[in-house]
């Protein structure tokens, strides 16, 4: 558990286990809190890198961000600890956001990508115009002010109380100019269609089988515009699919990172076989 200067900012970060690197890139406005389900489960194995990014969690905030901002922190990042070579970076939401712009900007240090409830198309206007209100309710009121919304939405209707009040808490207390920032820089993103559709590297796409924020048609709508990727669809999980099912979603991750060690450039994705999860190359399932 340790920081690095970054940009002038003081980012929090933690190290865990040894192995070939991956890269845990939470969502909005969450932490490096939502991997520490999987860390246990995967650090026998693996060297895991859990950052929180600026203006989340232990992180320090600035007033601006962006895909672009978020994206070379982690670079440097894994420059600083010593990770020059390739690594899988797993991102979950605005996660998923940040790792398609680190695709774009540092191809050479992907070896296989981890889509966790996110999506690749960039917010219509109704969405974009809802994210600034949000904002701006954000810098007026603190980060509490959008809390109930947001918790309303990230959880599946199988989750208890007592995990959505632990998030409720940490929501909170989270600095309101990252959280303002991050959704400017949300606000602003690109498409990554394109992105997704060039990459040469195996892709798994993992979602919640009730996300009400990037559902299983945004999953659906990735596999199809990847070149060698699978769809898991968690069964009762809602947006937090790491925190809500961690036995599930850390076999599936472990399932991947596995079969990319032995088969780096395989013919394609193998299913995920007594996960828990559904493996789906349509929303048939079949």
């Not at 989340?56 to 982690?74: I, K, N, Y």
């Not at 959704?183 to 892709?203: E, G, I, K, W």
């Amino acid at each position: 558990m340790t920081r690095t200067t970054i940009d002038g900012l003081s980012l929090y970060h933690e190290v865990h286990g040894s192995g070939a690197p991956i890269l845990l890139v939470h969502g909005f406005p969450l932490s490096g809190k939502l991997w520490e389900p999987a860390v246990g489960l995967l650090e026998r194995k693996y060297r895991l890198i859990v950052p929180d990014l600026r203006g989340h969690g232990r992180s320090e905030a600035s007033e601006t961000a962006s895909m672009a901002r978020f994206a070379d922190d982690l670079a440097a990042l894994l420059d600083e600890i010593g990770e020059h070579g390739p690594v899988v970076p797993v991102g979950m939401s605005m996660g998923g956001y940040v790792v398609f712009e680190f695709c774009r900007r540092y191809p050479e240090r992907v070896r296989g990508l981890v889509l966790v409830d996110t999506r690749a198309q960039a917010d219509p206007p109704e969405e974009v115009r809802m994210r600034r209100e949000m904002a701006q309710l954000v810098r007026d009121g603190g980060s509490v002010a959008i809390t109930d919304t947001m918790i309303a939405r990230l959880f599946g209707p199988h989750a208890s109380d007592e995990l959505k009040d632990s998030w409720r808490e940490m929501l909170s207390a989270t600095d309101p100019r990252g959280v303002a920032a991050a959704l400017d820089a949300m606000a602003c993103r690109v498409d990554s269609f394109a992105t997704l559709s060039s990459l040469t590297c195996p892709v798994l796409i993992v979602t919640g089988e009730h996300d009400a924020i990037t559902p299983p048609r945004d999953a659906y709508r990735m596999r199809q515009a990847a070149r060698d990727a699978r769809v898991e669809i968690l069964p009762g999980a809602g947006h937090m699919t790491p925190v809500e099912c961690p036995e599930a979603f850390a076999a599936v991750l472990l399932r991947f990172l596995e079969w990319l060690d032995r088969f780096r450039r395989g013919p394609s994705v193998p299913a995920v076989a007594g996960s828990g999860g559904r493996s789906a190359e349509d929303p048939a399932g079949g």
